[in-house]
T-cell receptor, first 111, second 114 residues
Framework: QKEVEQNSGPLSVPEGAIASLNCTYSDRGSQSFFWYRQYSGKSPELIMFIYSNGDKEDGRFTAQLNKASQYVSLLIRDSQPSDSATYLCAVKYSSASKIIFGSGTRLSIRP | GAGVSQSPSNKVTEKGKDVELRCDPISGHTALYWYRQSLGQGLEFLIYFQGNSAPDKSGLPSDRFSAERTGGSVSTLTIQRTQQEDSAVYLC????????????FGDGTRLSIL
């Protein structure tokens, strides 16, 4: 069983709609959760982090964490073509400070 | 610049040769991570440093892979007797200590084994 799981996609969303990206993790003691965006041929760049249950909003982005169900999601409102990228979920585990990434979800925003 | 610096940006070498990849983290960042990313794949964890010690090297694929960090700063990832399956982008990231501190990534080294 993979430690961090994401649907690989591609997820196609019309411009202006809400894109919903999901991630599940296996270690119930996980502490911190990060969403990164990666454009083709580029390094990952941080979008948001969350470590408390509930929602955290930053501009058009909202991260949602549910530790009881062991999932974290990212909502992108008013999707733009520039949001087309691969979104990586990362989890910091309780036993050590290593950070494990999911395989990423490819998001495509169609005009 | 103030970001994570990796060198070389590209490396092409013949199968069987040894390679060294370098990472210069952001000043003051105590934690340093190495990942490998094959084409179209996610990030595969290799090793993590806290200061100069490596509490977790569980991701190193084989004993051909080794890494060290000196002075709590620069890290070198060494691959001995390279194989074609070692071809990938090798990414380095650093972060400050703290639960909510994110990783900052370098631009990576694209390694191609002929």
């Amino acid at each position: 069983q993979k430690e961090v799981e994401q649907n690989s996609g591609p997820l196609s969303v019309p411009e202006g709609a809400i894109a919903s990206l999901n991630c599940t993790y296996s270690d119930r003691g996980s502490q911190s959760f990060f969403w990164y965006r990666q454009y083709s041929g580029k390094s990952p760049e941080l979008i948001m982090f969350i470590y408390s249950n509930g929602d955290k909003e930053d501009g058009r982005f909202t991260a949602q964490l549910n530790k009881a169900s062991q999932y974290v999601s990212l909502l992108i409102r008013d999707s733009q073509p520039s949001d087309s990228a691969t979104y990586l979920c990362a989890v910091k585990y309780s036993s050590a400070s290593k950070i494990i990434f999911g395989s990423g979800t490819r998001l495509s925003i169609r005009p | 610049g103030a970001g994570v610096s990796q060198s070389p940006s590209n490396k092409v070498t013949e199968k069987g040769k040894d390679v060294e990849l370098r990472c210069d983290p952001i000043s003051g960042h105590t934690a340093l991570y190495w990942y490998r990313q094959s084409l179209g794949q996610g990030l595969e964890f290799l090793i993590y440093f806290q200061g100069n010690s490596a509490p977790d090297k569980s991701g190193l694929p084989s004993d051909r892979f080794s890494a060290e960090r000196t002075g709590g700063s620069v890290s070198t990832l060494t691959i001995q007797r390279t194989q074609q399956e070692d071809s990938a982008v090798y990414l380095c990231a650093s972060r400050q200590t703290g639960m909510d501190q994110p990783q900052h990534f370098g631009d990576g080294t694209r390694l191609s084994i002929l």
